[in-house]
């Protein structure tokens, strides 16, 4: 079995003396014709790649350059069948060059009367009810495609896809209604407004790529502003990526608690039949949710729906260890390898993408036997207690579910925690005799799940109050960067007086227009209470560079009779600006709507 894209320890399988095959003579039509995982990151991954293609993955293969035309990654890729691109990426941006932009300025967005020029290229953002831009847009994609076509670049499809962030032109422009064709009109206040003045945009840019090359397939995203289906049809040469984030991953996408994906989705099969769903089935996976149970309803859907194309999302399984002490390094809750507890999940997924009528159990269940062998069966009852805790709960979870949070709840506050490591050296022993591949994956299977509890219970434990709070994380903890005192994003002093909570937040370099620090409190009911103040209500110091917000939260009033809060303590940023350096951060990096994961602040008796 291919257990997971690892040199080392990838493949698990016996040495003998004769070869036999079980199964020969047989056809079998795969429910999707593309199929497979996006591994995010730079730079070549032979294992990735043979992981992929020996589970039948046909999806995703490199962007194909004149620096790498001939380099292994893209022969590779070309051998194992994959699409190989050449273009690729958020890369809108790419299409308009500085000269250009030097010389039309309102070719960019507008915000606050200002164009500002992202120095993040791949979140530069447009205005898309610029003809004029769009023009432009189309003779550099075609100067580029040319360029790419004369130098002999095997690639069989182009992209052109929006930046990534939420950020949109506020011109006068793009506020007015949108009058179509039909006669039909599509007011600002719509929820596909954006959506369809973006595709009306790019249906020009694709009237002149398509003159010059009518068979050449162009892949776009449906994501973030895009996502709702637009009011109008596409350009017939356009493949979709509809992207459908962010959703309540513990439900599928026509499960109520989407009702709104559940909408979008049936929208873009009216639309287009020229769908690719790209789902995030991977991400979060530093902690191992039980994904495969929900994505087989959710491919079912997409096939039903004639989506014939589908990929997730995911991390590469790579390893990250400290440079100085060797360390196995946590990001996020998520070292690296992430795929140490994870790899199942991706196995499974894989069958799933060539056939959704199969039985999840029955394929988690032969992953377990052909892979742990003698230890099967704790690491069986391993996995069904996560599943078991994790579909008994109701709370939100998302593409970007800190790991550490997780593991708190799902298995320390439910008392699971240590009957799971239990079973984890129980596996170990069982498997001390078996094969080296067996072996090494159960050791860095505990290793990990050790290492993972170790920080869920770091971070379960109460903060004594009073106290200044310094770790403040990118929410949803992609990435566990630590404040520099003195010079990091923001601090948090909390204290108590009487029963009234005080937080007074310092911020640094943030809270421009749009943004906002806020103080989410769980009350006496269990229902989540937010105090949000703007940046008008922010004390600013002479030159701007520094913002106090000040929170008095009476506890009596909120029902609170105890000495513990669960709280989160967040700075929001709505500006393309602020995100650009910063990133939205919390207490742990947990989301404002996720009270699951709340901190606790012990307060003083």
Same mark, same amino acid.
């Given at each position: 079995?291919?257990?997971?894209?690892?040199?080392?320890?990838? %493949?698990?399988?016996?040495?003998?003396?004769?070869?036999?095959?079980?199964?020969?003579?047989?056809?079998?039509?795969?429910?999707?014709?593309?199929?497979? @995982?996006?591994?995010?990151?730079?730079?070549?991954?032979?294992?990735?790649?043979?992981?992929?293609?020996?589970?039948?993955?046909?999806?995703?293969?490199?962007?194909?350059?004149?620096?790498?035309?001939?380099?292994?990654?893209?022969?590779?890729?070309?051998?194992?069948?994959?699409?190989?691109?050449?273009?690729?990426?958020?890369?809108?941006?790419?299409?308009?060059?500085?000269?250009?932009?030097?010389?039309?300025?309102?070719?960019?967005?507008?915000?606050?009367?200002?164009?500002?020029?992202?120095?993040?290229?791949?979140?530069?953002?447009?205005?898309?009810?610029?003809?004029?831009?769009?023009?432009?847009?189309?003779?550099?994609?075609?100067?580029?495609?040319?360029?790419?076509?004369? %130098?002999?670049?095997?690639?069989?499809? @182009?992209?052109?896809?929006?930046?990534?962030?939420?950020?949109?032109?506020?011109?006068?422009?793009?506020?007015?209604?949108?009058?179509?064709?039909? *006669? #039909?009109?599509?007011?600002?206040?719509?929820?596909?407004?954006? #959506? &369809?003045?973006?595709?009306?945009?790019?249906?020009? =840019?694709?009237?002149? =790529?398509?003159?010059?090359?009518?068979?050449? /397939?162009?892949?776009?995203?449906?994501?973030?502003?895009?996502?709702?289906?637009?009011?109008?049809?596409?350009?017939?040469?356009?493949?979709?990526?509809?992207?459908?984030?962010?959703?309540?991953?513990?439900?599928?996408?026509?499960?109520?608690?989407?009702?709104?994906?559940?909408?979008?989705?049936?929208?873009?099969?009216?639309?287009?039949?020229?769908?690719?769903?790209?789902?995030?089935?991977?991400?979060?996976?530093?902690?191992? /949710?039980?994904?495969?149970?929900?994505?087989?309803?959710?491919?079912?859907?997409?096939?039903?729906?004639?989506?014939?194309?589908?990929?997730?999302? &995911?991390?590469?399984?790579?390893?990250?260890?400290?440079?100085?002490?060797?360390?196995?390094?946590?990001?996020?809750?998520?070292?690296?390898?992430?795929?140490?507890? #994870?790899?199942?999940?991706?196995?499974?997924?894989?069958?799933?993408?060539?056939?959704?009528?199969?039985?999840?159990?029955?394929?988690?269940?032969?992953?377990? &036997?052909?892979?742990?062998?003698?230890?099967?069966?704790?690491?069986?009852?391993?996995?069904?207690?996560?599943?078991?805790?994790?579909?008994?709960?109701?709370?939100?979870?998302?593409?970007?579910?800190?790991?550490?949070?997780?593991?708190?709840?799902?298995?320390?506050?439910?008392?699971?925690?240590?009957?799971?490591?239990?079973?984890?050296?129980?596996?170990?022993?069982?498997?001390?005799?078996?094969?080296?591949?067996?072996?090494?994956?159960?050791?860095?299977?505990?290793?990990?799940?050790?290492?993972?509890?170790?920080?869920?219970?770091?971070?379960?434990?109460?903060?004594?109050?009073?106290?200044?709070?310094?770790?403040?994380?990118?929410?949803?903890?992609?990435?566990?960067?630590?404040?520099?005192?003195?010079?990091?994003?923001?601090?948090?002093?909390? #204290?108590?007086?009487?029963?009234?909570?005080?937080?007074?937040?310092?911020?640094?370099?943030?809270?421009?227009?749009?943004?906002?620090?806020?103080?989410?409190?769980?009350?006496?009911? *269990?229902?989540?209470?937010?105090?949000?103040?703007?940046?008008?209500?922010?004390?600013?110091?002479?030159?701007?560079?520094?913002? &106090?917000?000040?929170?008095?939260?009476?506890?009596?009033?909120?029902?609170?009779?105890?000495?513990?809060?669960?709280?989160?303590?967040?700075?929001?940023?709505?500006?393309?600006?602020?995100?650009?350096?910063?990133?939205?951060?919390?207490?742990? *990096?947990?989301?404002?709507?996720?009270?699951?994961?709340?901190?606790?602040?012990?307060?003083?008796?």
């Amino acid at each position: 079995i291919w257990a997971r894209p690892d040199e080392g320890c990838g %493949a698990v399988y016996s040495r003998k003396r004769r070869f036999e095959i079980a199964d020969a003579d047989f056809i079998e039509v795969p429910s999707f014709v593309e199929r497979g @995982w996006q591994f995010c990151g730079k730079g070549e991954d032979i294992a990735g790649d043979l992981w992929r293609a020996r589970l039948r993955n046909n999806w995703i293969g490199p962007t194909v350059s004149a620096k790498n035309a001939n380099a292994g990654e893209v022969k590779r890729a070309l051998r194992l069948g994959f699409d190989v691109f050449g273009a690729n990426g958020h890369n809108l941006p790419t299409y308009f060059t500085g000269k250009v932009l030097a010389q039309h300025p309102e070719y960019l967005m507008e915000q606050d009367g200002k164009r500002p020029k992202s120095k993040i290229v791949s979140k530069r953002q447009f205005c898309f009810s610029n003809m004029e831009a769009a023009d432009a847009a189309a003779a550099e994609a075609v100067r580029q495609i040319r360029a790419a076509k004369r %130098a002999g670049l095997p690639f069989d499809k @182009w992209a052109i896809k929006q930046a990534d962030t939420k950020a949109f032109c506020t011109c006068a422009n793009c506020r007015e209604p949108i009058r179509l064709e039909d *006669g #039909s009109v599509v007011s600002p206040e719509a929820e596909n407004f954006k #959506s &369809t003045l973006f595709f009306r945009w790019l249906n020009r =840019v694709m009237e002149t =790529v398509a003159r010059s090359y009518p068979d050449l /397939r162009v892949a776009t995203f449906a994501y973030l502003y895009s996502a709702p289906p637009p009011g109008l049809k596409v350009h017939p040469n356009l493949d979709v990526a509809y992207c459908p984030f962010i959703k309540n991953d513990r439900f599928n996408v026509f499960a109520p608690e989407n009702a709104k994906w559940r909408d979008r989705t049936l929208g873009w099969a009216a639309a287009t039949t020229n769908v690719r769903v790209r789902e995030y089935w991977g991400c979060a996976c530093g902690f191992p /949710r039980p994904l495969s149970l929900v994505a087989a309803e959710d491919l079912k859907w997409y096939r039903k729906l004639g989506f014939s194309k589908v990929y997730s999302e &995911t991390c590469r399984d790579l390893c990250r260890r400290d440079e100085e002490t060797g360390d196995v390094v946590l990001v996020g809750g998520s070292r690296f390898s992430s795929w140490d507890l #994870s790899a199942m999940e991706h196995w499974v997924i894989s069958r799933l993408m060539w056939n959704p009528d199969q039985s999840v159990q029955a394929l988690r269940d032969e992953y377990c &036997t052909r892979t742990y062998r003698r230890a099967a069966a704790p690491m069986k009852r391993f996995f069904a207690l996560i599943a078991e805790k994790w579909f008994a709960d109701s709370a939100m979870t998302y593409y970007r579910d800190d790991a550490f949070s997780n593991a708190a709840h799902y298995l320390i506050r439910t008392g699971v925690a240590d009957e799971m490591s239990s079973l984890l050296a129980e596996a170990e022993r069982l498997a001390a005799a078996d094969v080296p591949a067996t072996r090494t994956l159960l050791h860095r299977q505990r290793e990990y799940f050790e290492a993972l509890l170790a920080g869920a219970r770091k971070q379960e434990a109460p903060l004594a109050v009073p106290c200044r709070i310094e770790e403040f994380l990118i929410t949803g903890g992609c990435a566990r960067e630590n404040n520099v005192k003195g010079k990091g994003p923001m601090t948090a002093d909390v #204290s108590v007086e009487g029963r009234k909570l005080k937080v007074k937040f310092l911020c640094w370099r943030l809270l421009t227009k749009d943004d906002s620090v806020e103080v989410a409190v769980v009350d006496g009911d *269990g229902k989540v209470r937010k105090f949000v103040k703007t940046t008008d209500e922010c004390v600013r110091d002479a030159e701007n560079y520094r913002a &106090t917000a000040d929170f008095e939260i009476d506890l009596d009033e909120l029902g609170i009779t105890g000495d513990r809060v669960r709280a989160n303590l967040s700075c929001r940023l709505g500006s393309m600006q602020a995100a650009e350096y910063l990133k939205s951060r919390s207490w742990r *990096g947990v989301g404002a709507d996720d009270a699951a994961h709340y901190g606790e602040l012990l307060l003083p008796r």
